[in-house]
């Protein structure tokens, strides 16, 4: 079982439509949580941190549910400068393994006219 | 802030050659760096912790006398590709943590990669 799993889409949505993402990770003991998003040939850029309580950027937001292990990215009134792939990033705590982020395999979005 | 620069940012060489790459923090100290390899389609992967003055961690699967990380400065840290051969073009990307802000948010800021290509 891959540690940080994703639905590698592609989703293709119109303009203005929400999309959902989710990812699931496999180890109990992670501490920070993580949206990046990727553009074509590109370095991973952070989108937003991800914390327990969820929050909010925009009109971006992000949940974390630590029972299940599961993290998720909302995007309203999507743009075309959304289309790129979502990264669901976690980084583990402890000994020489703290501030290792784990990347799961993306997820692609294609926000079309 | 938190600029993160690399280079080169392409390279094409023959195979047998040795390829080095730079990771540079501009405006900040790190005592840790990250190196990551990212084939067409795929995630990004770990290959190496690197940590100022001290030896590289690598993760399992990596071969460090294939991979040379040097990380001589807080703000420089280089993986060397030795004797490249086709297998090893990819997306060769560092990350670099901020020593100020580590351990508050645990955010990495990442270079713009750098393209290998070999022949």
């Known amino acids: 079982r891959k540690e940080v799993e994703q639905d590698p889409g592609p989703f293709n949505v119109p303009e203005g439509a929400t999309v959902a993402f989710n990812c699931t990770y496999s180890n109990s003991a992670s501490q920070s949580f993580f949206w990046y998003r990727q553009d074509c040939r590109k370095e991973p850029k952070l989108l937003m941190s991800?914390?327990?309580s969820g929050n909010e950027d925009g009109r971006f937001t992000a949940q974390l549910n630590r029972a299940s292990q599961y993290i998720s990215l909302l995007i309203r009134d999507s743009k075309l400068s959304d289309s790129a792939t979502y990264l669901c990033v976690v980084s583990n705590a402890g000994g020489t393994s703290y501030g290792k982020l784990t990347f799961g395999q993306g997820t692609i979005l294609t926000v079309h006219p | 802030g938190a600029v993160v620069s690399q280079h080169p940012s392409w390279v094409i060489c023959k195979s047998g050659t040795s390829v080095k790459i730079e990771c540079r923090s501009l405006d900040f100290q790190a005592t840790t760096m990250f190196w990551y390899r990212q084939f067409p389609k795929q995630s990004l992967m770990l290959m190496a912790t690197?940590?100022?003055?001290?030896?590289?961690?690598?993760e399992q699967g990596v071969e460090k006398d294939k991979f040379l990380i040097n990380h001589a400065s807080l703000t420089l840290s280089t993986l060397t590709v030795t004797s490249a051969h086709p297998e090893d073009s990819s997306f060769y990307i560092c990350s670099a943590r901020n020593l100020q802000l580590a351990g508050v948010r645990n955010e990495q800021f990442f270079g713009p990669g750098t393209r290998l290509t070999v022949l």
């Open positions: 690197s940590n100022e003055g001290s030896k590289a961690t690598y």
């Open positions: 991800v914390y327990s």
